[in-house]
């Protein structure tokens, strides 16, 4: 796993935990997870989407266990993930029965890598701290962590109640929203307070607090942050469909990230019919890359285009070339080591074409309204060719993929 972490703020200090051979926390990179949208007990469907995710670079994937066929499932995909050669960490989300399911079933407690717990739903009143303490024993036999994930959707209510009356009591120095804010970020530490007690270590305890707004989001992460050392899962809830979840994960998550906030994230998008589940995994790595913390996939820069491009052959190239990277690179990861290092620019014309060209290790300034239809292009800095004709495209493309083989290939 390549990767640096160069904010110009320190990281916060955190215990590392191994889920299933991948460190989370403890100074290890910021690690990508998603979750699958499958009926778990369609095995051959949670197969497929697990591997589609996996392969995709998500190194944990999350997968619900709601009820007895679910958890029956989960060992036979465990089983069917190896035999594909696809080792990520199974994570089971539990909620309301969790206690029951893990008990039940031996071979899921086993084949799972972590357990989360919601504590707002997995009992009510006085049945809630037993059955809490039944999954925390159950990771403590089967020598898994747990993720103690607080959701204010489901908040526990009796805590909230009694936080509310006791501002209350106090003249109401808190508003509503920051008695929220304080009720989730106690349920999440009372939480694995009690864990400690009944026996599970500290490096096998995983804090995440998801709400909806950015700002709540940023409030409730940096007060858990400065009350916790445990390391923290990121993640906005019901960030919505499309550019939106986008935007609002990525402006939380970014947020609390370059304060040296979070040791593994989720971007969680709603999907849209038919749409593709691994582009919240996408969206992680550009995220992580792009603020430099992480590199997954080579870089590909391209301008936006102006009133100076005579026609879409720079957009379509640089498409070309992303879309061939992001096919290639599972292959290219193995076949390529350091690859995810190449910088690739695509440029529409000579104003700012040559330059971000020499920036780059390859790089194509196709000639702009008026110029010569002539492409130089930039290797290492410096002009190695001139592409010119129809074919421009596809000879640059050539380019590329002889610098990876000379530059990557051993
Ligand atoms: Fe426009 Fe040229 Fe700048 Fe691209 S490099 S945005 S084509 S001026």
Known sequence: MTGYYSSPFSRRHSVGVDVGGVLVGGGAPVVVQSMTNTDTADIDQTVAQVAALARAGSEIVRITVDRDESAAAVPRIRERLDRLGIDVPLVGDFHYIGHQLLADHPGCAEALAKYRINPGNVGFKEKKDRQ??????????????????????????????????????????????????????????????????????????????????????????????????????????????????????????????????GDTIRISLTPEPGGDRTREVQVAQELLQTMGFRQFVPIVAACPGCGRTTSTVFQELAQNIQEDIRRNMPVWREKYPGVEELKVAVMGCIVNGPGESKHADIGISLPGTGETPTAPVFIDGRKAATLRGPAIADEFQKMVADYIERRFGG
């Open 132 to 261: 809490f303490g039944e999954i925390v024993e159950m990771a403590i036999r089967y020598g898994k962590p747990v993720r103690i994930g607080v959701n204010w959707g489901s908040l526990d209510q009796a805590l909230l109640t009694r936080l509310m009356d006791e501002n209350q009591e106090r003249g109401s120095p808190l508003t509503a929203v920051q008695v929220m804010h304080e009720a989730i970020v106690q349920s999440a530490l009372l939480s694995a307070e009690m864990a400690e007690q009944i026996g599970l270590p500290r490096d096998r305890i995983i804090l995440s607090a998801k709400v909806s707004g950015v700002q709540d989001l940023v409030a409730v992460y940096t007060e858990l942050a400065r009350r916790s050392d445990h390391s923290l899962h990121l993640g906005l809830t019901e960030a919505g469909m499309g550019s939106k979840g986008i935007v609002a994960s990525s402006a939380a998550i970014g947020i609390l990230l370059q304060q040296g906030i």
